[in-house]
C-alpha cells in the first residue's frame, strides 16, 4: 500500500479492527520490519531498523496501550531513557521544570510530580504525547487515541492535535470513528484488509460513504429496532451505597431496574460512578449499603463467581485488565466463565475438542477475525478483543448483561453487529443494563435512560420521548 502525509496537517487512518493500520505504523515506528517498498521522510528515504531510528528521525508513536510506567512520576516516565543528570545523577527539579514548559509550550497540562498510576486515562495520554515531543517528534502517530477518553477529554485532545499542526507537525490520526474524522481530519486515507480503498477529504466525502469504504457494504450507523416488550423484573438495585477505591462516596443511594425484554441505559459524563456502581451489581466491589437482587433473591454478599452461575453476564469497561487474559489462547478466553464444568471439563479433564468447537462456533457466529482458536488474546486487535468478550458473555445465555461501553475502541461495522446482537437477545427476553459514555450509543439502543451525575440518579426517563440536549444538561447536573 501507499500514503503519503504532508506537514501541517492531520491524516486520518480510518479502517475497520483488523484493517492493518497500527500494523501500517509499526512499520514505519520501527516495531514491524516492512517485507518491501520504502519510506521517504522529509524527501529523503530512510531505513527504519527500530524505534529509537524513528525518534531520531522526528517520529513519536502513542499506542493504544499506553506505555507508561504506573508507580513513577509523570516527569520520570516522559525523561525515561533521555534522563536530565548533573554528575551521573538523575537531576529530578531540571526534569520536573523541562516537562512544565514542555507542557506550557502545548497546552498539555499535567502535574509532572504526580504518579501516572494515580492519573486519568486522559491525562495519561498527554503525558505519552509529551514523552513524544520531549523526544523531537514533528510526525506524531495518535493510534486509537479516543478509545477509552470521555467526550470532554476527545475535545481536549483535539484542541491539542490543532496546536500541534498549526506549528508545522503532522499528526497520523489511527481510528474508526466516523464522526471525529469529519471533525479533525485535513486529509483520509481509508483501508480495508491490508489495502487503501479510497483517499479522501472530510469536504468531499459524507459519513455513510466512509463506513461503506470500511466495510465494504452499506452500514446502518442507527439501530434498527422494534418497540420492547418488558417482561417480568430480572435485576433491582435497591438503595445502593458504594465507595470508591478513595473510600469516597461513588454511589449515593441508586434505585433502579432492568425487566427482561428491555435495554436500560446509564447515561452520564465518566467518573460519576458508573464503574462502582457495575462492580457492585456484579460483586467486583462491596456496597456499603443497600441490595443487589436477581429474579427477588438478594445476591448483595454473594462473590462473582456465584452471581454469574446465577445468571449475570459481564461486559467489562476495561477488555483487557477485566475481559480477557491476554497470555491465555482465544480458545480458552472464550469460555473462561464456565471452563471448569461440563462439557469443558469432565472428572477434572479438560475436553479440549469440545472447546475448540465451541470456540470455533463463536468465532463464526460474532465474525472474530482471527488465524486460530489456539493463538492468545492478546495477538488480536483491540476490536476483536471486544468481540471475543462480547461472545463469550452472550454465549453463556444470560438472564441479565451489564454492558459496560460494549463498543469501546470498535470500528463502525464491528459496532453495527453488536448493536443488532444486543438488540436481538433484548427481543428474545434478555434483560440488559447499558453503561455508556456515548450518548449517541445510549439514545439509540436503550428503552429508558437513567442519569447518573454525582453517583445519584438524577431522572429515568423513556427513550422516545427523551432530547438530547435535556440529557445533556442532566449529566451536566441541571436539574430536572
Known amino acids: 500500500m501507499d500514503l503519503a502525509v504532508e506537514?501541517?496537517?492531520?491524516?486520518a487512518l480510518l479502517g475497520e479492527n483488523g484493517a492493518g493500520k497500527s500494523t501500517l505504523m509499526n512499520v514505519v515506528y520501527g516495531l514491524v520490519s516492512p517485507d518491501s517498498g520504502e519510506i521517504d521522510f522529509d524527501g529523503n528515504p530512510v531505513k527504519i531498523g527500530g524505534p529509537q531510528d524513528a525518534i531520531r528521525l522526528g517520529i513519536g508513536m502513542v499506542h493504544q496501550h499506553f506505555m507508561l510506567i504506573p508507580p513513577l512520576t509523570v516527569a520520570e516516565n516522559i525523561v525515561l531513557g533521555r534522563e536530565i543528570a548533573s554528575a551521573g545523577v538523575v537531576n529530578l527539579d531540571r526534569s520536573y521544570r523541562t516537562v512544565n514548559d514542555l507542557s506550557a509550550r502545548y497546552g498539555l497540562e499535567v502535574d509532572p510530580r504526580q504518579r501516572?498510576?494515580?492519573?486519568s486515562v486522559g491525562v495519561q495520554q498527554r503525558v505519552e504525547i509529551l514523552k513524544a515531543l520531549y523526544r523531537g517528534a514533528r510526525l506524531l502517530?495518535?493510534?486509537e487515541p479516543t478509545a477509552v477518553l470521555t467526550p470532554q477529554e476527545i475535545e481536549g485532545l483535539f484542541e491539542i492535535v490543532r496546536t500541534l499542526t498549526a506549528a508545522g507537525n503532522a499528526v497520523i490520526f489511527i481510528t474508526?470513528?466516523?464522526?471525529e474524522v469529519m471533525e479533525i481530519a485535513d486529509q483520509i486515507t481509508v483501508m480495508r484488509r491490508g489495502q487503501v480503498v479510497g483517499v479522501t477529504t472530510p469536504a468531499e466525502s459524507k459519513p455513510a460513504d466512509l463506513a461503506r469504504m470500511m466495510v465494504g457494504r452499506p452500514v446502518l450507523l442507527r439501530v434498527e429496532k422494534q418497540p420492547a416488550k418488558p417482561g417480568s423484573e430480572v435485576l433491582r438495585v435497591d438503595d445502593l451505597v458504594v465507595h470508591d477505591d478513595r473510600r469516597q462516596l461513588a454511589v449515593d443511594h441508586v434505585g433502579l431496574a432492568v425487566r427482561a425484554g428491555e435495554i436500560l441505559g446509564i447515561a452520564g459524563v465518566e467518573g460519576n460512578g458508573q464503574n462502582e456502581l457495575v462492580e457492585a451489581i456484579v460483586g467486583l466491589r462491596p456496597a456499603r449499603s443497600g441490595k443487589v437482587l436477581l429474579e427477588g433473591k438478594d445476591i448483595t454478599r454473594r462473590p462473582t463467581r456465584d452471581r454469574l452461575r446465577r445468571g449475570?453476564?459481564?461486559i467489562p469497561a476495561d477488555r483487557q485488565r477485566q475481559g480477557i487474559i491476554l497470555e491465555l489462547p482465544i480458545a480458552d478466553n472464550l469460555i473462561l466463565s464456565d471452563y471448569d464444568r461440563p462439557p469443558y471439563e469432565r472428572w477434572l479433564v479438560r475436553q479440549f475438542n469440545t472447546i475448540r468447537s465451541a470456540a470455533e462456533r463463536l468465532v463464526e457466529t460474532f465474525d472474530i477475525r482471527i488465524r486460530s482458536v489456539d493463538d492468545p488474546a492478546g495477538s488480536l486487535s483491540g476490536g476483536n478483543q471486544q468481540k471475543l468478550v462480547v461472545a463469550r458473555e452472550l454465549g453463556t445465555a444470560p438472564k441479565v448483561l451489564v454492558a459496560s461501553q460494549p463498543t469501546r475502541g470498535v470500528d463502525v461495522g464491528s459496532i453495527e453487529f453488536i448493536h443488532r446482537r444486543l438488540v436481538t437477545e433484548r427481543d428474545a427476553g434478555l434483560?440488559?443494563?447499558?453503561?455508556?459514555?456515548e450518548l449517541d450509543e445510549i439514545l439509540s439502543l436503550a428503552d429508558r435512560v437513567a442519569v447518573l451525575y454525582r453517583g445519584r440518579i438524577v431522572a429515568v426517563l423513556d427513550a422516545a420521548e427523551a432530547e438530547r440536549e435535556h440529557i445533556g444538561l442532566l449529566m451536566a447536573g441541571a436539574a430536572a
Open 7 to 11: 506537514w501541517g496537517q492531520v491524516h
Open 116 to 119: 501516572v498510576q494515580d492519573l
Open 141 to 143: 502517530i495518535l493510534d
Open 176 to 179: 474508526h470513528k466516523l464522526a
Open 312 to 314: 449475570v453476564g459481564l
Open 431 to 437: 434483560a440488559v443494563l447499558l453503561v455508556s459514555s
